[in-house]
């Protein structure tokens, strides 16, 4: 997070930055779609479904591997990705907490 001083922030919302922060492209929520809707090991057909570049795509796949989200597995001379459920889990408990706090808010007291 660079110069954003995130030791004035507490370790839950350091981890939500770091994660909405891989979650913030849109080829990247692509590339969790496609994996979420196939429900195996893609190997290789992410760049044809995507139409990006091998090396963009291969980036944003190393964001996705960083966080957690997916694991990729070498087979052969491709690596073949697919979502990580238990840290999909926790990705989704911690944003869900994170947007459950507005249920506490009372609608008519705000502007």
């Given at each position: 997070m660079g110069l954003s001083k995130t030791e004035k922030f507490s370790?839950?919302?350091n981890e939500l930055a770091t994660m909405s922060k891989a979650l913030g492209h849109p080829a990247r929520i692509a590339?969790?779609?496609y994996l979420l809707k196939a429900n195996t090991c893609i190997c290789g057909d992410i760049v044809g479904?995507?139409?990006?570049?091998?090396a963009t795509v291969s980036q944003h796949l190393k964001e996705l591997?960083?966080?957690?989200i997916i694991k990729g597995n070498i087979e052969g001379t491709s690596t073949c990705y697919c979502i990580d459920s238990?840290?999909?889990?926790?990705?989704?408990?911690?944003?869900?907490?994170?947007?459950?706090?507005?249920?506490?808010?009372d609608p008519g007291g705000c502007c």
């Open positions: 370790e839950h919302q590339i969790l779609e479904e995507l139409g990006l570049a091998q591997k960083n966080l957690g238990e840290k999909w889990e926790s990705i989704s408990d911690s944003f869900s907490q994170f947007f459950d706090q507005r249920a506490a808010c």
